[in-house]
Every structure is written in C-alpha cells, then in structure tokens.
C-alpha cells in the first residue's frame, strides 16, 4: 500500500485529542489489579514488571466488589463529562492553531504549559513537597514516553491517512480498550458494555460520513490507519501505568503531573528527531499574539485540566467506560465549532444522540 502525506492540517483537527484511558476502581480490572496488590508484588519505585496495588480512594467511592458507589459513579461521571468537553473544545482550537505552529512543535509547549499549570495547582492544594517525583526513574522516563508515544504515532498516522478515515478508525477506540485490556490483564467486559458499544460504533460512524459528504471528502486508506488504532493502546498503556506505579494514597492531579512532567522530555527529543529526518518543519519562533493565548488556553484546560479529570473518571468508572465517552468527544466539538461558523449536518446531529445514547446506557446500569 503506498504511503501518502497528508498536510499537516489535516492532523491538527484531532491531532491535539489529549487523551484515551485509565484504570478504574469500579471495573473488572481493579478487582485484577487488588489481586495483585494482596500478592505483594507492588514495590515503589522498582522496575517495569512489578505493579502497585490499585488506588484504594479509586476512591471512597468504591465498593468492595468493585462496583462504584452511587457517589463514585457521580463523581466519575462528572469528570468525564468535563474531560469531554474540554476535549471537544480542543479539536477546532487545535485546528487554528496548527496554521501558526508544526504540530511535533507545538506539543513540546501544550505539555510544557500544562505540567506548569499542574505544578502551581499541586503547590496551591498539596505544597512544595508535592513537586517531588514519586517514583523511581525508570517509571517516570516510562510514563511520560508512553504519553509522548500518543501525540507521536497518532501524528505519523495522520500524515499518512486523512481525517474523516482518522476519525471513523477512531470511532473503534471502545473496542480496542476493551480488547487489550482483556489481552493483557483478564479483565471481564463492563456489564453492558457489548450494548453501549456498538451504540457509540454505529452513532460514530453516522456522525462522520456526515462531516465526510458535507465535507465533499471519503473514506480512503492511505496506509496510516493501524497506527490510529495503535495510538490508543500507547495512551491505555500510560494511563494504566499511571495508576499501577503510583502509592495509593497519590492524588490523581499529582499522577497527571508527573506523566506531563516527563512528557516534555521525550516530546523534546521527537521533536528533534523529526527534525533532523524532515518530518516536522522549522519552529516558529514568532507566532501571533492569538495564536499564543489560544495555546495556553487548550494546554491548560484541555491537557492539564481534562488530563486530571480524565483520570479521575477512571479511576471510579473504569477504562471502559472512559473509552466509550471518547466518542462523545466529536458531539462536543461539533457543538463547540458552532462558535467559529461551523454548523453540524443532520447526520451529526443524529450520530451525536445514539453515541450519547450508548453512554447513557453504560452509565444507567452503574447506577442501578
């Protein structure tokens, strides 16, 4: 299949989607991970292999069994809602912004941005102390690489495929969490997770081909569609790190810092790699004052503060069911893009009720 390069535009309208999973104390893969931690086989700081028993405040919302509390499922709900619409908010901000930044660039600064407004939010809740790193060195270089290898592969996938076939790949992230999940850790499928997610399925692909005909753009592989799928397992591999290497007792704000912290090295070093072999272009060293307020803003809310909400979620609903409201993200943006002048077709509108259909649905049952 021959590769063909895609403008760098075309990634920026999803290129900056800041996230996919985490694991939760109210799914099949905490009562795994409590196994694990009774084993003994969590040590902090230690190498790659052993795990740390989950976070036991995943949170004071969780059941024994593992189920989420109705506080839990609340909590966690709330938090995705926010990370998705913060998300959302991302995707046409991002878009702009891609017109005055090279996107390898640019996410050098959206990670550093964040990990400085992550500190001053550490400091003002925790104190200095918190700005400490609480887990060894090899975890930390890990962390932030898998969070760097998102941004990285979900860019090369972009240059090589367009973005409405990026999107409908996208649509699949349920499935692919679920899958390696369950490839890697055993973790049973969340009840009624095989009914929310074809639901999100189906609504995402209505939602897409809409904005593909309005768009006057098609399907068409281009050689760069695996590696979108693979960029959701390198952001499930960061978040279940995230809550594996951590003590239990570690606020999930300090977690997210430390994953960003990390990440501006290695988003350094792809960078320059890029660079040097010509993929990413020349730095702008003088981009306009708008452009510079609208980066901060979406590293900001979109990394920083949806990266902390996003754990969160997770952490009392599970991976699971975080993968299902990625696909409300594009509802979101659809919505939000209203205020730059773009108006949604009918297809989105009725793809974006069945998605939120399927979460709903996933989410009823947890209240139950």
Not at 56 to 61: I, L
Not at 247 to 273: H, K, M, N
Not at 276 to 304: F, Q, R, Y
Request: charged share 10%; net charge positive.
């Amino acid at each position: 299949m021959e590769l063909r390069r895609q403008p760098a535009v075309g990634a920026g309208g999803v290129a900056a989607h800041d996230g996919l999973a985490r694991r939760g104390g109210g799914d099949g893969l905490d009562r795994r991970l409590s196994a694990d931690g009774a084993a003994g086989r969590g040590r902090r700081g230690g190498a790659v292999g052993h795990r740390l028993p989950p976070d036991p405040s995943a949170d004071e919302g969780a059941h024994v069994n593992g189920s989420p509390s109705a506080r839990g499922a609340w909590i966690g709900l709330s938090a995705f809602f926010v990370t998705a619409v913060f998300w959302g908010a991302n995707v046409p901000v991002t878009a702009v912004l891609f017109g005055a930044f090279d996107p390898y660039y640019m996410s050098i600064w959206r990670v550093a941005v964040a990990t400085v407004a992550l500190a001053a939010m550490l400091v003002a809740t925790q104190g200095w102390s918190a700005l400490a790193i609480p887990i060894g060195w090899t975890r930390f270089a890990l962390l932030g690489l898998s969070m760097s290898a998102f941004f990285v592969i979900y860019n090369v996938g972009l240059l090589y495929t367009n973005a409405i076939t990026a999107a409908a790949v996208m649509v699949g992230s349920p499935i692919y969490a679920a899958l390696f999940l369950r490839a890697t850790t055993g973790a049973p499928f969340d009840k009624g997770f095989w009914v929310a997610a074809p639901l999100t399925l189906i609504g995402g692909a209505i939602a897409v081909l809409g904005r593909a005909e309005a768009g006057g753009q098609t399907l068409s592989l281009q050689g760069g569609e695996p590696l979108i799928a693979l960029c959701i397992v390198a952001w499930t591999l960061y978040s279940m790190a995230a809550q594996r290497w951590f003590r239990p007792e570690e606020s999930q704000l300090r977690r997210t810092y430390v994953g960003c912290f990390s990440a501006i090295f290695w988003s350094s070093v792809i960078w320059l790699v890029c660079r040097v072999v010509g993929i990413a272009g020349p730095p702008n060293l003088d981009p306009p004052a708008e452009a510079v307020l609208l980066l901060v803003g979406i590293a900001v809310l979109a990394t920083a503060v949806a990266g902390v909400s996003w754990n969160v979620g997770v952490s009392r609903l599970g991976i699971a069911a975080g993968s299902l409201w990625q696909n409300a993200v594009p509802v979101f943006a659809v919505l939000i893009s209203m205020a730059f002048g773009i108006h949604p077709t009918g297809q989105q509108i009725v793809g974006g009720v069945i998605v939120m259909a399927g979460v709903a649905y996933m989410q009823w049952l947890k209240f139950r």
